[in-house]
């Protein structure tokens, strides 16, 4: 069984970098053709995707977030991490990684981690 589960920390202050871990148990973040994928839900609102780095290791942002963040992975570790920079009280989320079949495709039928709540604050 295909586990996935996010690490960082809870709270950053304005203007700080976010730093999200995914720890993937059960499979390789190598395998094809898989896409595994950063999604967050602020309160009240739907998921909005992120950003994915696929089994190549290529990565792919959001157009909207492209500027400020980045993907890599850690194979020997079976992770993968997103950095935030510049975050605002606004990107106030619960965070998660998931595994997808295709670029920006969230699919809650496939493997996503708990999520992490996430607070923007000074």
């Known amino acids: 069984q295909m586990q996935l589960q996010e690490s960082g920390p809870g709270l950053v202050k304005p203007s700080q970098t976010l730093s999200l871990t995914c720890t993937v148990s059960?499979?390789?973040?190598?395998?094809?053709?898989?896409?595994w994928s950063w999604v967050r839900q602020p309160p009240g609102k739907g998921l909005e995707w992120m950003g994915s780095?696929?089994?190549?290791?290529?990565?792919y942002y959001s157009p909207s977030l492209k500027s400020r963040t980045s993907i890599s992975r850690d194979t020997s570790k079976n992770q993968f991490t997103r950095q935030l920079n510049s975050v605002t009280s606004e990107e106030r989320a619960v965070y998660y990684c998931?595994?997808?079949?295709?670029?920006?495709?969230?699919?809650?039928?496939?493997?996503w981690g708990q999520g992490t709540q996430v607070t923007v604050s000074s």
């Open positions: 998931a595994r997808a079949s295709g670029i920006a495709t969230m699919n809650r039928d496939d493997y």
């Open positions: 059960g499979g390789s973040i190598t395998t094809n053709y898989y896409y």
């Open positions: 780095i696929a089994y190549s290791g290529n990565t």
